[in-house]
């Protein structure tokens, strides 16, 4: 049995049937040990997926080896922007990809159950498999670019490549109708959303302005995630505090913003579903995070933009435009290389997993 094997068979042995019954108790911690580390390692290698704010909404409860489940976590969504649990569940389909790269990394076969309802848990089974590794550096290089994303002149096919593995996605370049109605709703929705106190209380809830913020909660949006210049990053982080989001000049520059960026790129990705439940939301969330692993090696940058999904008036007016059922995503894509690093905090395996 090679390392990999062993720690899959570890993990499917899990904590209960991996003791022997005469073990003593330091043996028992040491056993759970094994198997638990390696279920850590892999949740904190899919923990790298992404959610809207950053607010990591998920929770693993670990039953045995081979048995999870996966809920959302309690006071980790966003109230405001998506009341009813739609970005929720996507960023909870995304994860649930990069539980599936993570497992398969390690010899493990993911299969994830239905889920009763919004807020019930989804089962989560583990079984033996050949280890794949394809996705994995993807994974791990993975980042939301927001800046710079440059035409995809020549990277058509490449494009087409990634769009295989989301079926509900559809691409409009830069410069047709149709992505210029998108660019137009967005900006239409963050214009709307900054008149709106409450998008923002919600917003400055998860900016983390100080390093010093993130030791006890390592979740949310950083000056470096945002891109902002190093110089620009020193003096946020010294001047900075949660007032700053809620005055009128910070919504009039996140408007400009978009603006720059609804101009920039190689077109918008439109997800969209038949229907419109939490498991539509989370097969959306799903085939965004398949597509952006085929897009990181090809250096395609994505950038989810929410605003036009969150403001029912443009959702719908996009739908309508564009002849789509249900919209569940925006997402501006260009290209541009993947930097080594990936600056986006996260919690820990230990934060988000419990044994159970
Ligand atoms: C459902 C969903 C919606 C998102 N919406 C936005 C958005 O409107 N604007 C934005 O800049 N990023 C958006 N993001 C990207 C997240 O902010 C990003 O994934 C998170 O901050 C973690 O950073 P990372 O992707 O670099 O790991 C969204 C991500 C998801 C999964």
Redesign the pocket.
């Known amino acids: 049995m090679n390392r990999r094997e062993f720690l899959a068979a570890s993990l499917l042995l899990g904590v209960h049937s991996a003791l022997p019954a005469s073990s003593s108790a330091g043996d028992a911690v040491a056993a759970a040990g094994g198997w638990l580390d390696e279920a850590h390692a892999l949740i904190n290698d899919a923990a ?7 607010s990591q909404p998920w929770q693993i409860a670990l039953h045995e080896g081979e048995h999870w489940s996966l809920s959302r976590a309690p006071g980790r969504s966003l109230q405001v922007v998506a009341p009813d649990g739609r ?1 929720c569940w ?2 909870l389909g ?1 994860f649930l990809v990069a539980l599936e790269v993570a497992a398969a990394a390690r010899g493990l076969q993911l299969e994830a159950g239905d889920c009763a309802g919004a807020t019930s848990a989804v089962p989560l089974h583990l079984s033996p498999r050949s280890v794949d590794t394809t996705w994995l550096p993807a994974l791990r290089r ?3 670019l ?1 800046k710079a994303l440059a035409p995809l002149t020549g990277c058509e096919a490449t494009l087409a490549a990634c769009l295989a593995a989301a079926p509900s996605a559809r691409f409009f370049a830069h410069g047709s109708p149709a992505a210029r109605l998108i660019a137009d709703a967005t900006l239409e929705a963050t214009a709307a959303q900054c008149k709106d106190d409450a998008v923002w209380h919600e917003l400055a809830r998860w900016i983390r302005w100080q390093e010093s913020e993130l030791a006890g909660n390592p979740t949310g ?1 950083t000056p470096a ?1 945002m891109e902002l210049p190093w110089l620009a990053q020193r003096w946020v982080a010294a001047t900075y505090s949660r007032d700053e989001v809620l005055a009128p000049a910070f919504r009039a520059r996140s408007l400009e913003l978009a603006a720059r960026q609804t101009q920039e790129g190689g077109g918008w990705l439109a997800f969209s579903t038949e229907s419109d439940t939490p498991t539509d939301w989370r097969h959306a ?1 799903a085939e ?1 995070m398949r597509l952006w692993l085929r897009a990181v090696p090809a250096g395609i940058a994505l ?5 036009a999904v969150e403001a029912l008036p443009q959702r719908r007016a996009v739908e309508a435009a564009l002849g789509l059922e249900h919209l569940q ?1 925006l997402v501006r894509v260009g290209k541009r290389d993947y930097p080594p690093d ?3 905090p996260r919690l820990a395996a230990q934060r988000i997993s419990v044994l159970s």
């Open positions: 790298r997926a992404p959610s809207s704010h950053n970005e996507q960023s995304a993975r980042r939301t927001r949006i995630t969330g965004l950038h989810p933009m929410s605003q995503l990936t600056p986006s």
